[in-house]
């Protein structure tokens, strides 16, 4: 693809396909995504029949493979170039310096044929790709970058031979040759082209980074004997030793030993996380120290790395709603300035006195050179690659540049209790009987009902029971009340364990202890009451503590302007006391989960952008809801997942980077659209001969070859700085 208009004939070959469901081009990354039900092979031959080529990228290899490819094209590029500035440039400076002789002498039409020749092999060699590419959009009735420059170029040799042969054909004030601008401009094309190639390699660095991640190989234990072998030939349930200093090769548990291991390229986190036996290990991480024995249970493409890499791949080659506008604009934009070359060179054969051939071939040549919509086509996909590549560096995962994009226009942001503002490892900080009943029963009775619960408040209880050695009853009829509790039955005592709101429907007295239960919620504990057939037995309160960055992450969302609400099904008092402990501006507590999409959705009336943080999985109805979730967590729990932004650590200064990052690259992404309309929307009235109006000069071509190469430059040059961007969360 040559420019910004390919994408919309590539995209809509591969729309056509039966079983394509969407199809989505980076003109960036010169890859397209494609979703449905097809075969490879008919995806490839609806690009070939659009007349470009593909090939199907998977896997590390092929990643490897297209960089090498891509380099070998940046070596022909700047060939090329070197080639063509090599006749130009003396060409140049030859014919200002008045040294080669007049067209109308015999010796100059001599000199002048010989120099057309010459010029003609530059085209040839370092100019074919364009003239070839016009060609096969011609057939295709289409019009493209290729085409602007080869009819450029082309009218000017061509131009230039009718004058070196018949040169009576215009007056003798207009006969000008323009050999070395043509060949001049293909060199700052191919040399332009070459430069932005090398820049658009750094911008998928953050994909090589995570491809170097993983070993070649893996040090397996087969029959009893250690060997090395390729990482492709590991099979599952097999035995692997990771010695200090190695990365480890596909997710597993550790078997045997113990070690710490870096996971700063899952999470983000500098700080090594040790590991023992039972414990999980993922692929790229490094053992920093000891020797352990884990058993491979995730390989290939199923490892935690491999879906990272599929996800950044993709996230970098989506479009938010701001790439598919610029891409419909680039569809009729090479269109347009074709029509608007055609006008200028009628206008000035029109209005122009002796030397108006002259004038309106310049300044429709001119015109075609400068308004290759390149640097438009690259503004957003450039920008979305770089911002996705170093949102992945922090932890990051991003799905797409649509939530790239939105994350940035949050205005509200939504926060789950458990497991996002504390740690979701909650202990129990006090047992409070009734007067005629004793702590350890109470906690009995609890840990009994609890044992059947998969509610993070009930291993706490469990736990703690066990820690005292009480043995449990067995419980019948259990069942969990949303929002409210859960109740079963110990022989033939109903048992009921939870809220203010549970005791309420079943008609038991809590009065007793209400006034107790309201001082542990004051202090951010959640109290739950214990009742044995319809008899109030105790208080057992329950604390979850905060993470250690949840106030100052909270701090930094108010830094960045947005509300800061707190969505928890949480009694009252306890999520207010929370509230008060991090800064939250608004709490809604006791909410059942069934409701807190409601929540979301009331939240969303007006102007507000709402963004969801909880844990993908509990919170699914929320953050479907929300115009932007948030996965929160660690590690392979919340590895692609269900939410628009998966954060691979267990932080909320995750959704601070993420917004700020959005923020960032969105700014970013208009910088690029500012210039690249800015450089057309000047650049095409110059090149038509504004100027001459004003100033009596019109544009060279060369020069106007050189703004379009740079132009583009400049789109990646910028998007570049992305990648020293510091988030405020690090």
Same mark, same amino acid.
């Not at 042969?165 to 001049?184: C, D, G, N, R």
């Not at 809220?499 to 004051?522: H, K, S, W, Y």
């Not at 309160?541 to 250690?548: G, T």
């Not at 943080?613 to 929300?626: F, W």
């Given at each position: 693809?040559s420019?910004a ?56 290899d ?36 008045? $040294?080669l ?10 000199? $002048? ?19 070839r590419?016009? $060609? ?7 019009a493209?970058m ?10 000017? $040799? ?7 042969l ?29 430069l ?14 995570l ?28 035995t ?9 090769a596909?997710?597993g ?34 053992n920093?120290?000891?020797t ?8 290939g ?15 970098q ?24 070359a ?5 206008l000035w ?50 799905r ?8 940035g ?13 504390t ?23 609890a ?21 005292k ?29 939870g809220?203010?709101a ?12 209400q ?14 009451y ?87 999985i ?26 628009d ?18 923020r ?39 020069i106007?070859?050189?703004a ?23």
């Amino acid at each position: 693809m040559s420019c910004a208009g390919c994408v919309n004939a590539v995209e809509t070959a591969l729309s056509k396909v039966a079983g394509v469901s969407a199809a989505t081009v980076n003109f960036a990354e010169h890859t397209a995504l494609v979703e449905g039900e097809v075969s490879d092979h008919e995806l490839v031959r609806a690009v070939s029949e659009a007349g470009y080529q593909a090939a199907v990228l998977q896997g590390t290899d092929d990643e490897e493979q297209k960089a090498s490819q891509e380099f070998a094209h940046y070596r022909r590029l700047v060939n090329k170039a070197l080639v063509a500035g090599a006749i130009g440039v003396p060409l140049f400076i030859s014919g200002m310096a008045g $040294w080669l002789p007049p067209l109308a002498t015999p010796t100059g039409k001599t000199v $002048w044929l010989g120099i057309g020749f010459i010029t003609l092999f530059v085209l040839v060699y370092s100019g074919r790709q364009f003239f070839r590419g016009a $060609w096969t959009s011609f057939r295709h009735h289409q019009a493209n970058m290729d085409t602007l420059i080869a009819l450029g170029t082309g009218t000017a $040799w061509l131009y230039s031979m009718v004058i070196t042969l018949v040169p009576h054909l215009v007056p003798s004030i207009a006969q000008h040759a323009y050999f070395e601008a043509a060949v001049i401009i293909i060199a700052l094309i191919n040399f332009g082209s070459a430069l932005e190639m090398r820049a658009r390699g750094k911008t998928s660095q953050a994909i090589k980074r995570l491809i170097g991640l993983q070993p070649k190989t893996a040090r397996v234990i087969r029959d009893g004997k250690e060997q090395d072998v390729a990482i492709g030939e590991i099979g599952l349930d097999e035995t692997l030793r990771v010695r200090p200093g190695e990365r480890i090769a596909v997710d597993g548990v550790i078997i045997d030993g113990h070690s710490s291991v870096d996971e700063s390229m899952l999470t983000g986190e500098p700080i090594p996380v040790e590991k023992h036996r039972g414990d999980e290990v993922v692929a790229g991480t490094i053992n920093v120290a000891g020797t352990f024995l884990f058993q491979s249970k995730r390989i290939g493409a199923d490892t935690v790395l491999s879906q990272i890499i599929e996800m950044v791949r993709r996230a970098q080659s989506s479009k938010p709603a701001i790439g598919r506008l610029v891409d419909k604009v680039a569809a009729v934009f090479v269109p347009a300035v074709l029509i608007i070359a055609v006008v200028t060179f009628l206008l000035w054969f029109n209005l122009a006195a002796d030397e108006r051939v002259s004038y309106a071939i310049v300044a429709a040549m001119t015109v075609l050179i400068i308004a290759c919509p390149c640097a438009l086509g690259l503004a957003t996909p450039i920008s979305i690659m770089v911002g996705v590549g170093k949102a992945a560096e922090f932890g990051i995962l991003i799905r797409n540049g649509e939530a790239l994009q939105s994350a940035g226009k949050v205005t509200t942001v939504v926060l789950d209790k458990t497991g996002t503002i504390t740690r979701g490892q909650p202990t129990v900080t006090a047992v409070i009987p009734v007067s005629d009943v004793d702590e350890q029963t109470l906690l009995q009775v609890a840990a009994s009902i609890e044992a059947a619960s998969e509610h993070p408040l009930a291993a706490a209880i469990v736990q703690a029971a066990k820690e005292k050695q009480l043995e449990l009853s067995a419980v019948s009829d259990f069942a969990a009340i949303a929002g409210q509790g859960v109740r079963g039955a110990i022989g033939q005592d109903s048992v009921y364990l939870g809220n203010a709101a549970l005791m309420q429907a079943q008609g038991v007295d809590v009065n007793a202890l209400q006034a107790r239960a309201g001082e542990l919620a004051a202090l951010g504990q959640t109290p739950m009451y214990v009742v044995r057939a319809q008899r109030l037995l105790g208080i057992v309160a329950v604390a979850d503590p905060l993470k250690p960055d949840s106030k100052s992450a909270v701090a930094k969302l108010h830094a960045l302007g947005l509300k800061v609400v707190m969505l928890t099904g949480d009694n009252r008092a306890t999520a207010q006391a929370i509230a008060a402990q991090v800064g939250i501006d608004e709490v809604f507590a006791e909410v059942l989960p069934q409701d807190k999409d409601k929540k979301v959705a009331e939240l969303q009336q007006g102007s507000n952008i709402v963004a969801m943080v909880g844990d993908g999985i509990n919170d699914a109805p929320a953050l479907a809801r929300a115009d932007i979730g948030f996965a929160i967590g660690t590690g392979t729990d919340v590895a692609i997942e269900s939410a628009d932004i998966a954060l691979m650590r267990d932080s909320l200064l995750g959704v601070v980077d993420a917004i700020a990052i959005s923020r960032a690259t969105v700014r970013n992404i208009k910088q690029n659209l500012f210039g690249a309309f800015v450089y057309n929307s000047l650049g095409i009235p110059v090149a038509a001969g504004a100027l001459y109006v004003v100033l009596g000069v019109l544009l060279n071509p060369m020069i106007a070859g050189a703004a379009m190469a740079m132009s583009s430059v400049t789109v990646v040059s910028n998007a570049n700085r992305l990648r020293w961007f510091q988030p405020q969360g690090q």
